[in-house]
């Protein structure tokens, strides 16, 4: 059986409570829920960005074929606008929308930590969005 003077919050967790004032932090921490607000905006926000990207593609695609062309041609992000035919636009703006929508899901509940005050899961947001930027960065000068 776990020892209860443990420095594992798991095992405080595990044993008798006792009066053992760590195991009754873990098991608050443990306790605590997300604001249900949170879990709504995220939906949300995920669902409508996902739906953005769905109509852009279908859009795109029955263009691009009604307009005569079978196929796409590969489109680079900054060249998405001056894409030519439109249909290759509509496509190129919905695997775009596609890309930014976890990342706007991540802002959403990184706006949310910082209404809330909770400075740790802030700083790990940040950190989520500085290695997200970090990434178009490095794939906007391969591009």
Request: charged share 15%.
């Amino acid at each position: 059986m776990p020892d209860a003077t443990s420095s594992d919050p798991r095992a405080g967790a595990e044993a008798p409570s006792g009066g053992d004032a760590p195991a009754e932090a873990a098991r608050a921490l443990l306790a605590k829920r997300a604001d249900p607000r949170t879990n709504t905006i995220v939906k949300r926000v995920l669902r409508s960005g996902l739906a953005l990207a769905l109509v852009l593609l279908v859009v795109g695609l029955v263009v691009q074929l009604a307009s005569g062309h079978d196929g796409a041609n590969q489109v680079r992000m900054l060249d998405i606008a001056s894409a030519h035919p439109i249909g290759e636009e509509l496509m190129g703006f919905g695997v775009l929308a596609l890309a930014l929508t976890p990342t706007c899901g991540v802002l959403s509940v990184l706006l949310s930590w910082v209404r809330e005050r909770d400075r740790v899961y802030v700083g790990v947001g940040i950190l989520i969005v500085i290695v997200l930027s970090t990434a178009v960065v490095v794939g906007l000068a391969g591009a």
